[in-house]
């Protein structure tokens, strides 16, 4: 047994278990509104969307019901993200999203368990989708199994998302350090 094999990064649970952070849930319905001048009005108009997407609300809030809306993030795979965004089909981005320094991103591992294989996985944190917690459960509830990211690897995703939300742009900056006098 390698060193590796000890830690997994998913397990396939029934859809009997409770939702928590890290669950994937394979073509989720999103509602997209399409025109946003209808604010304000009885009626939007707008399309679902299947996504792949995985739980990003916490886990405990889950759990106590503490929640209305989960917060879900979609999920590709490194080659369809790379597809919509050429940019990525460049070895070098590759690492940069496996190495963290891409904001928005995070990188999860493939999937080898039999009935869910998958290639790696993108999950875009620059667009976050509220789901109602009610809709989730029966969803899930119909789905059958499901794949569910592992701690540590549950934790990582949860920081890479907390310190991509945390960020904060500065309107002035301290200038670089490169020798120049500066006033």
């Known amino acids: 047994?390698?060193?590796?094999?000890?830690?997994p990064w998913y397990a396939v649970v029934p859809s009997t278990m409770k939702l928590v952070q890290g669950?994937?849930?394979?073509?989720?319905?999103?509602?997209?509104?399409?025109?946003?001048?209808t604010v304000g009005e009885d009626v939007i108009p707008g399309e679902i969307v299947d996504?792949?997407?995985?739980?990003?609300?916490?886990?405990?809030?889950?759990e106590y019901n503490k929640i209305e809306l989960v917060l879900v993030c979609p999920v590709h795979t490194l080659d369809e993200f790379?597809?919509?965004?050429?940019?990525?089909?460049d070895p070098n981005q590759k690492e940069a999203i496996r190495r963290g320094y891409v904001a928005g991103l995070h990188l999860l591992n493939?999937?080898?368990?039999?009935?869910?294989?998958?290639?790696?996985l993108v999950v875009?944190?620059?667009?976050?989708?509220?789901?109602q917690y009610g809709f989730l459960k029966e969803?899930?509830?119909?789905?059958?199994d499901r794949v569910r990211l592992l701690?540590?690897?549950?934790?990582?995703?949860?920081?890479?998302?907390?310190?991509?939300?945390m960020r904060v742009g500065l309107p002035l900056d301290i200038p670089p350090f490169n020798g120049k006098k500066t006033n």
Do not use: T
Not at 153 to 158: D, G, Q, V
């Open 139 to 144: 969803f899930v509830a119909k789905a059958g």
């Open 1 to 7: 047994m390698s060193e590796y094999s000890q830690y």
């Open 23 to 37: 669950d994937l849930v394979l073509s989720c319905p999103i509602f997209v509104p399409s025109d946003p001048s």
């Open 82 to 89: 790379a597809e919509e965004n050429p940019a990525y089909r």
């Open 51 to 62: 996504y792949d997407v995985i739980v990003m609300s916490q886990s405990c809030d889950l």
């Open 124 to 131: 875009d944190f620059r667009n976050v989708y509220g789901v």
């Open 110 to 120: 493939q999937c080898a368990h039999s009935s869910f294989e998958s290639k790696f």
């Open 151 to 165: 701690p540590p690897y549950r934790e990582h995703l949860s920081q890479s998302f907390a310190r991509f939300f």
